[in-house]
T-cell receptor, first 112, second 114 residues
Framework: GEDVEQSLFLSVREGDSSVINCTYT??????LYWYKQEPGAGLQLLTY?????DMKQDQRLTVLLNKKDKHLSLRIADTQTGDSAIYFC????????????FGTGTQLKVEL | EPEVTQTPSHQVTQMGQEVILRCVPI?????FYWYRQILGQKVEFLVS????????KSEIFDDQFSVERPDGSNFTLKIRSTKLEDSAMYFC????????????FGNGTRLTVT
């Protein structure tokens, strides 16, 4: 079945860039997503990328997709303390539809 | 921006009791989902629902679980006889289309079974 892997923790200093990485197994995924979860809160859709794209930029967020290596990354420029959260990568299921397979989540800690 | 809303935010129940978790999806969305996240584990798919029918369900979604759209706005998840291992955060989501359409999640209901 599908599997999505992420590193568990990332610590950065305020103002630096953060890069959160994700690897996935399903080469037929059409969309890949990044969700943000703050403590005690729900899953906030941050951005998503269609599989025929290499890059997508949205303000401070840059998503890079390497389809050959099945590697997805999320770069946050000028990281702020408010960016501290858990970031989940998710891919769509092989069978189509909108069933998502989530990664384990990366906890981003932003230090002053 | 339209949101998915879930109630209650926290539900405590005794083992063996029935619980109903409620969700109001985004109004022009047609596809609805339940996911759950056991503490410290991945977010897992439970069920998808469209046109008053279950489209797909996971192995987790056994006979103890059911979903319903009782009216034009609510979408509910019922657990018939709760077990300790049902303790988790339950997320409702909705999307406009069946595929290639991002899921928007609610803030979740934390279910604690004692």
């Amino acid at each position: 079945g599908e599997d999505v892997e992420q590193s568990l923790f990332l610590s950065v200093r305020e103002g630096d860039s953060s890069v959160i990485n994700c690897t996935y197994t399903d080469s037929s995924s059409t969309y890949l997503y990044w969700y943000k979860q703050e403590p005690g809160a729900g899953l906030q859709l941050l951005t998503y990328i269609f599989s025929n794209m290499d890059m997508k930029q949205d303000q401070r967020l840059t998503v890079l997709l390497n389809k050959k290596d099945k590697h997805l990354s999320l770069r946050i420029a000028d990281t702020q303390t408010g960016d501290s959260a858990i970031y989940f990568c998710a891919e769509t299921d092989t069978g189509g539809g909108n069933k998502l397979t989530f990664g384990t989540g990366t906890q981003l800690k932003v230090e002053l | 921006e339209p949101e998915v809303t879930q109630t209650p935010s926290h539900q405590v129940t005794q083992m063996g009791q029935e619980v109903i978790l409620r969700c109001v999806p985004i109004s022009n969305h047609l596809y609805f989902y339940w996911y759950r996240q056991i503490l410290g584990q991945k977010v897992e798919f439970l069920v998808s629902f469209y046109n008053n029918e279950i489209s797909e369900k996971s192995e987790i979604f056994d006979d103890q679980f059911s979903v319903e759209r009782p009216d034009g706005s609510n979408f509910t998840l019922k657990i018939r006889s709760t077990k300790l291992e049902d303790s988790a955060m339950y997320f409702c989501a909705s999307s406009r289309q069946v595929s290639n359409s991002p899921l928007h999640f609610g803030n979740g209901t934390r279910l604690t079974v004692t």
